[in-house]
């Protein structure tokens, strides 16, 4: 499938922090997930949007469904060591479609 | 139970080798996945099996052969692999081969080569 644009390409966070990343297509989907992956682990399924426009919370974890169908941002609010890692959007149409990741890691 | 299991965890095999990767889900799950995933890029999609039958073939070389018993278990057969074969191999279900359907990965297979 096709790779979307995901962005920051990485970041760093304090404790504490709020921060956010996005992803944009230039096809439509009917679904959008987002994924967070572990070093040497499989990713897994933070939150998934199916309708335009939808917000979802899933713990500090905030998450829309672009109105075109062709974006979606991340929000982490609040956050915590164990929220390093590297984060993936996808676009599902019945094919995942994903994004290059956004790695997250502590700022020292 | 929402878990994929994947074994073994690790595996290192020589290039005349011949070896299986092994999956399993118990959610009733009737779409099936298999990925290879290198260092800090995202998963590729190798394969689909829906309802035990292989939907897509990515062009795969043919020294991987997927193979579906039952509509659990997944097993993708290596034979006779480079050294660039070497990545983590990641096993996906999902209820249904759909665009609402979410996949679910397993932790994958530390797969080298040498």
């Known amino acids: 499938g096709q790779q979307l644009n995901q962005s920051p390409q990485s970041m760093f966070i304090q404790e504490g922090e709020d921060v956010s990343m996005n992803c944009t297509s230039s096809?439509?989907?009917?679904?959008w997930l987002w994924y967070k992956q572990d070093p040497g682990e499989g990713p897994v399924l933070l939150i998934a949007l199916y309708k335009a426009g939808e917000l979802t919370s899933n713990g500090r974890l905030t998450a829309q469904f672009g109105i075109t169908r062709k974006d979606s941002f991340l929000n982490i609010s609040a956050s915590i060591p164990s929220d390093v890692g590297i984060y993936f959007c996808a676009g599902q149409g019945p094919k995942l479609s994903f994004g290059a990741g956004t790695t997250v890691t502590v700022r020292a | 139970d929402t878990e994929v299991t994947q074994t073994p965890k690790h595996l290192v095999m020589g290039m005349t080798n011949k070896k299986s990767l092994k999956c399993e889900q118990h959610m009733g799950h009737r779409a099936m996945y298999w990925y290879k995933q290198k260092a800090k890029k995202p998963p590729e999609l190798m394969f689909v099996y829906s309802y035990e039958k292989l939907s897509i073939n990515e062009s795969v070389p043919s020294r991987f052969s997927p193979e579906c018993p039952n509509s659990s278990l997944l097993n993708l057969h290596l034979h006779a692999l480079q050294p660039e074969d070497s990545a983590l191999y990641l096993c996906?279900?999902?209820?249904?081969?759909?665009?609402?359907?979410?996949?679910?990965f397993g932790p994958g297979t530390r797969l080298t080569v040498l």
């Open positions: 996906a279900s999902s209820q249904a081969y759909l665009p609402e359907s979410e996949q679910f």
């Open positions: 096809s439509i989907f009917n679904t």
